[in-house]
């Protein structure tokens, strides 16, 4: 299956891939695009059969999930959809729990009702297209007096059969089971009077996977982030703002322990305040948590880097740092041998003076 898409945004940002709801396109996230993209390169993706995206009358969230990650690529990312792109999303962070590094879903759920309604609308735009639902889908998508219409004269554009075969995977769609297995930041945002998905399938989101917030839009429907722009656009820049502080400081304190994390916490001041923020989003997270390299491997470049400037001091604490992600003393002598060819002897035997103090005061039980 291949997604029509683009990419707007800063070359280097980190990525954010945000998928639409059922019966719009790429533009349904057009409101947001400003302010996201001043901090994210933002990938909007079409479902089969809408915008530009070839038709398919065959597919479940899995395999729209499956395309989307195609999309991405191999980098680590935050992703986020509406209604049907929040399912996708959702499942995305199950498949990869790794490279979802902030997870936004908008007036979604975990599942959508019983399944028959589906089908039986599948069978109606099938006899008549998808255009017929319009008058309906006003009164879901948008609260009485809004002016939707830009998004509802695209009705008529969508494949009849490909949007029928999105309504039969939103059928088959559940994962309320497994919910408690979403490991990454989550955001939930509910429109205070969607009908589509009303505010007890947010609740059940946010209740169900670990460490979720809620954002109640007031005075919006189902498609939140058009009547609230705004509103939705905030919350999601100072969640993503937040999740990779959280995810950072995660493995800051698995890496450095929390002793060492409690400390530099409670030696932070005002103006030390924004460096902790920094070192903990962009070192800690932005690459610590980066897949290509795992811990192991990640200690082992750090101690060379640390040798090779003369960083005594940061040495000493990822020696300890280095034990927590399983290497063994004899591993980091190697690693120091190794800096004595490249880096040179003196700084090799400083180093290894204070590892060999950082180890005594360790100790054989380790860190």
Avoid at 65 to 82: N, P, S, T, W
Avoid at 207 to 214: D, F, H, Q, R
Avoid at 336 to 352: H, R, S
Wanted: hydrophobic share 45%; aromatic share 6%; net charge negative.
């Amino acid at each position: 299956m291949k997604l029509h898409h683009r990419v707007d945004g800063p070359s280097g940002a980190p990525l954010l891939v945000l998928g639409p709801s059922l019966g719009t396109t790429t533009e349904v996230w057009r409101p947001q695009l400003a302010e996201l993209t001043t901090s994210w390169r933002v990938l909007r993706y079409d479902l089969p059969g809408h915008g530009g995206s070839p038709p398919a009358t065959a597919f479940t969230v899995g395999d729209l999930a499956a395309a989307v990650l195609e999309l991405a690529g191999d980098e680590r990312f935050a992703i986020g959809g509406i209604s049907l792109g929040g399912a996708v999303a959702t499942t995305v962070a199950l498949r990869e729990p790794g490279r979802v590094r902030g997870l936004v879903l908008c007036c979604t759920s975990a599942r959508f009702g019983e399944p028959g309604p589906w089908r039986e609308r599948a069978e109606l735009v099938r006899a008549q297209g998808v255009a017929a639902l319009a008058p309906a889908l006003e009164k879901r998508w948008f609260t009485p007096g809004f002016d939707g219409r830009w998004l509802l004269e695209g009705l008529a554009e969508v494949h009849a059969p490909s949007y029928a075969a999105c309504c039969e995977a939103l059928a088959a769609f559940d994962v309320t089971g497994r919910l408690g297995e979403v490991g990454a930041p989550t955001l939930v945002i509910a429109g205070a009077e969607d009908p589509a998905t009303p505010l007890d399938h947010a609740l059940t989101l946010a209740g169900g996977i670990p460490g979720a917030s809620l954002t109640v839009v007031p005075g919006a429907s189902h498609l939140a982030a058009v009547e609230r722009p705004e509103a939705v656009a905030a919350a999601i820049t100072r969640h993503l703002r937040d999740a990779g502080g959280h995810a950072g400081m995660r493995t800051r304190r698995e890496v450095l322990g929390d002793a060492h994390v409690d400390r530099a916490i409670a030696a932070t001041t005002g103006f030390t305040r924004d460096f902790q923020d920094f070192i903990t989003r962009y070192a800690w997270n932005e690459i610590w948590n980066r897949p290509g390299l795992d811990r192991r491997t990640r200690s082992c470049v750090t101690l060379t880097a640390l040798v090779a400037r003369g960083h005594l001091d940061e040495l000493a604490m990822h020696v300890r740092a280095a034990l927590r992600n399983g290497l063994t003393p004899d591993e980091i002598k190697e690693v120091l041998l190794q800096t004595a060819v490249y880096c040179g002897v003196p700084a090799a035997n400083a180093a290894f003076a204070v590892a060999r103090r950082t180890l005594d005061e360790i100790g054989p039980e380790g860190p």
